[in-house]
């Protein structure tokens, strides 16, 4: 098993540009989530889903997007880029609810 | 607001030391509370905790709840440099999927 894989590792975008940020995991988890996390600082939940078709907000949820349109993929949109935006962002998904959640390795995305 | 606040921010300790983190929380309708240690990339996951006063052992790391004042600790006996990383504490609300994070404790453990 690959377990939660997210692409890209490390991406540079210029303000108000918009990128998708991919997540799939082949664990066959019901239960996925987006989170940031800035310097210094602990994670802070953007979306989760709780199975195919079904998306909820979390802590930080503005200027982000996502669908869960499959059990193994769980996709995060930016749309117009800022600069606030420079963070890590994890995925993690887990089988039985946020207590056994397993992280993917993360994505480092600078707006500039 | 609900908050989770770990002390202290960093801490510096020589292999064999036994360190104590601390980890308080401030949140509405507390389920659970998970202790999770992140290297250079993504969190494991440590413990989780749910009742008061129970130990949970793994090694040389142990950790324990009191729901009454509201903190757990995490101590990690006989320090080894790979034990190095920053410890992350959250708390898991009840009728909710979303856990809270504090801002984490930088262990850095000198040979």
């Known amino acids: 098993n690959a377990g939660v894989t997210q692409t890209p590792k490390f991406r540079i975008l210029k303000i108000g540009q918009s990128m998708t940020l991919q997540c799939a995991q082949d664990?066959?988890?019901?239960?996925m989530y987006w989170y940031r996390q800035d310097p210094g600082m602990g994670l802070k939940l953007i979306y989760y889903?709780?199975?195919?078709?079904?998306?909820d907000k979390g802590e930080v949820p503005n200027g982000y997007n996502v669908s869960r349109s499959t059990t193994e993929d769980f996709p995060l949109r930016l749309e117009l880029a800022a600069p606030s935006q420079t963070s890590v962002y994890f995925c993690?998904?887990?089988?039985?609810?946020?207590?056994?959640?397993?992280f993917g390795p993360g994505t480092r995305l600078t707006v500039t | 607001e609900d908050k989770v606040v770990q002390s202290p921010l960093s801490l510096v300790v020589h292999e064999g030391d036994t360190v104590t983190l601390n980890c308080s929380y401030e949140?509405?309708?507390?389920?659970?509370l998970l202790w999770y240690k992140q290297e250079k990339k993504a969190p494991t996951f440590l413990f989780m905790l749910?009742?008061?006063?129970i130990e949970k052992k793994s090694g040389r790391l142990s950790s324990i709840l009191d729901k009454k004042e509201l903190f757990s600790i995490l101590n990690i006996t006989a320090t080894q440099t790979g034990d190095s990383a920053v410890y992350l504490c959250?708390?898991?609300?009840?009728?909710?999927?979303?856990?809270?994070f504090g801002k984490g404790t930088k262990l850095t453990v000198n040979p």
């Open positions: 749910t009742s008061s006063g």
């Open positions: 959250a708390v898991l609300q009840g009728g909710s999927e979303k856990l809270v």
């Open positions: 889903s709780v199975g195919a078709g079904i998306t």
């Open positions: 993690a998904s887990s089988y039985r609810g946020a207590y056994e959640q397993y």
């Open positions: 664990m066959n988890h019901n239960y």
């Open positions: 949140v509405t309708n507390f389920r659970s």
